[in-house]
C-alpha cells in the first residue's frame, strides 16, 4: 500500500496585491522630487568678529609673551659676570635707568633689558633705594635686583671703648667719614652707653648719639632695677659716677666687682676715694687726658671732682662707663678690702689693712725695680706711680698705690701715666693700657 504523498505547503503572500501597471502607465515619467527648502544664513555680528580676532591675538601675544618671560626669568636667575666679590655705590635719587645703566657699566650684568623687565614684572622698579651694597661673585639679576630693592646696604661699624669722655666719644663720630651731619650738642658726661654701633654709609651722626643715649638709659634702668637695699648709692645718677670711677680703674672684667668693693667700702666707713683719674678729670674735664703724669701738687690741688680733696663721690661722672662696670657696682664683691695696688702683671693685689697694702706695695716696688734695672737693690727702685704728702704719721688712708714714707727720697714723682688719649698711650683713646703697671690708674694713698 503506498503511502499517500505529502506536500509542503506553499508560503502564504500576506502582502496586497499590486495590480500590474499597464504598458502606458509604465512609460509614463514621473517628476523628480522638488529642492529642499533653502536655509536663511545668519549674517556675524561685526562685534562677535572682532573679539574672536582679538581673543586669537590675545592668545598669540600671551604665548610670546610668556616665552619671553621664561627667558627673561631664565637669564635673570642664571650666574652673572661679575667674577670677584664687589662693592658698590648706588647714588641717591637713581632711578631703574640709572642704575641699570650703572650695573651694566660696572660688569655686574650682561643683559640690562632683562634686568628693567624683571624689575617692572616684579614692581621691584618702585622700591630701588641708594646705598652701599655688597655682591658677591656670579650674583644673578634677581640677586642684585633684590639687594637693592630691598635695601641691604653693607653695614659699618663704630667702637666707643668702655672709659671714654663724651667729648672724646663726640671726635671719634666727627672724624668718622662714612657718617654725615653736624651734632647739635656733646651729650652729658656718662650718658653714652660704649659699645659697638652698627650703620650704614651716609647714617648722621646725631642718629648714632641718639642711640648710644637711648641705650644708656635703657641698661641704666635694667641695672639700678636690681640694686642691693644697702648700696650706700641713692639715684642712678651717683651709680653711673661710681661706675665711671671703676671704668677708669681697672679694665679687667674679673677685678670690676672688687675693685667696686673697695669703693663701696670706704663710702661706707666715710674714707676719701682717692682715685688719681679723678685729679685727672677735675683739671682737664672732657678731655680725658693730661697728655702727661700728674704731678705732686695735683694731687691736692683743689676740685670738685678730686676726690683725694673732697668727700665721697665727685659731682658727676668722670666717664662714660660700660654695661659691665655698672652691674660690678651693684654686684660688687662683698670683701673687707680696703686698698690695691697694681701687681706688675697687669691685675691688681688687694688688702683690708694698711699694713698688708705696704707690704704689697713693697713687692710691686720690687717688680719695677727689677723691670727697669735688674741690677738695682729693691730699696732703690724708684715708682711711676702717685706718692701723696703723708698723713700726721707718715702714712694715709687710700687704697690704692704705696703708702708715702717720710724721709723717702727716692720715691719718684711723676705718677702714673696720664698719657690717655694722646700719641704716647699704646691704646689710643681707649682706657689706661692695664698691661703695663705704671699705666694702670690706682688708688692712692
Given amino acids: 500500500m503506498q503511502n ?7 508560503p502564504v503572500n500576506n502582502s496586497p496585491r499590486v495590480a500590474p501597471k499597464s504598458p502606458s502607465e509604465a512609460l509614463k515619467p514621473v517628476a523628480p522630487p522638488g529642492p529642499p527648502p533653502k536655509t536663511r544664513r545668519r549674517r556675524r555680528s561685526p562685534f562677535v568678529a572682532m573679539l574672536s580676532g582679538l581673543f586669537t591675538a590675545l592668545l598669540v601675544l600671551a604665548g610670546v609673551v610668556g616665552a619671553g618671560l621664561a627667558v627673561i626669568s631664565s637669564q635673570s636667575k642664571a ?14 635719587e637713581s632711578g631703574l635707568t640709572e642704575i641699570t645703566e ?19 614684572v616684579t614692581g621691584n622698579w618702585t622700591k630701588l633705594k641708594a646705598g652701599e651694597y655688597l655682591f658677591k661673585a656670579r650674583a644673578s639679576q634677581q640677586d642684585i635686583l633684590d639687594i637693592i630693592a630691598e635695601g641691604k646696604a653693607v653695614e659699618h661699624s663704630v667702637t666707643v ?102 669703693f663701696i667700702n670706704r663710702l661706707n666707713r666715710k674714707m676719701k676715694l682717692q682715685s688719681d683719674p ?25 676740685t670738685p671732682y678730686n676726690t683725694y680733696v673732697i668727700d665721697g663721690l665727685p659731682p658727676g661722672p668722670i666717664a662714660n662707663p660700660g654695661r659691665a662696670a655698672m652691674e660690678a657696682v651693684v654686684n660688687h664683691s662683698r670683701t673687707k678690702d680696703l686698698y690695691f695696688v697694681a701687681d706688675g702683671s697687669g691685675g691688681h693685689a688687694f688688702a683690708e689693712t694698711l699694713e698688708q697694702h705696704n707690704r704689697n706695695v713693697a713687692r710691686w716696688r720690687q ?10 737693690s729693691p730699696a732703690d727702685a724708684g715708682i711711676d706711680k702717685v706718692e701723696p704728702p703723708a698723713g700726721p704719721d707718715n702714712r694715709t688712708e687710700a687704697p690704692g698705690a704705696p703708702a708715702a714714707q717720710a724721709g723717702d727720697s727716692t720715691q719718684r714723682t711723676r705718677a702714673f701715666d696720664a698719657s690717655e688719649g694722646t700719641t704716647r698711650d699704646p691704646l689710643k683713646n681707649r682706657s689706661f693700657d692695664l698691661n703695663s703697671p ?3 690708674p690706682a688708688l692712692r694713698p
Avoid: C
Fill in 79 to 92: 650666574p652673572g659676570p661679575l667674577a670677584n666679590d664687589r662693592v658698590l655705590i648706588v647714588p641717591k
Fill in 438 to 440: 705704671k699705666a694702670v
Fill in 4 to 10: 499517500p504523498t505529502v506536500r509542503a505547503p506553499h
Fill in 161 to 262: 671703648p668702655e672709659g671714654l669722655t663724651s667729648e672724646q666719644i663726640i671726635s671719634r663720630l666727627k672724624d668718622n667719614d662714612l657718617l654725615t651731619g653736624e651734632l647739635i650738642q656733646t651729650p652729658r658726661e656718662g650718658t653714652i652707653l660704649p659699645d659697638t654701633y652698627k650703620f650704614q654709609r651716609g647714617s648722621t651722626r646725631q642718629a648714632i648719639v641718639d642711640r648710644m643715649t637711648r641705650d644708656q638709659r635703657r641698661i641704666l634702668n635694667e641695672v639700678w632695677a636690681r640694686r642691693p637695699a644697702d648700696l650706700p648709692i641713692k639715684t642712678p645718677q651717683e651709680l653711673v659716677v661710681l661706675a665711671s670711677i671703676v671704668e677708669k680703674e681697672t679694665g679687667r672684667a674679673d677685678e670690676r666687682p672688687r675693685v667696686a668693693g673697695v
Fill in 102 to 120: 650703572l650695573l651694566q657699566k660696572e660688569g655686574l650684568i650682561e643683559h640690562p633689558w632683562a634686568f628693567r623687565v624683571s624689575a617692572l
Fill in 278 to 302: 679723678t685729679i685727672v678729670y677735675g683739671l682737664v674735664g672732657g678731655k680725658g687726658t693730661l697728655g702727661r703724669s700728674i704731678q705732686r701738687n695735683e694731687i691736692t690741688q683743689a
Fill in 367 to 376: 717688680v719695677e725695680g727689677n723691670r727697669r734695672d735688674p741690677g738695682r
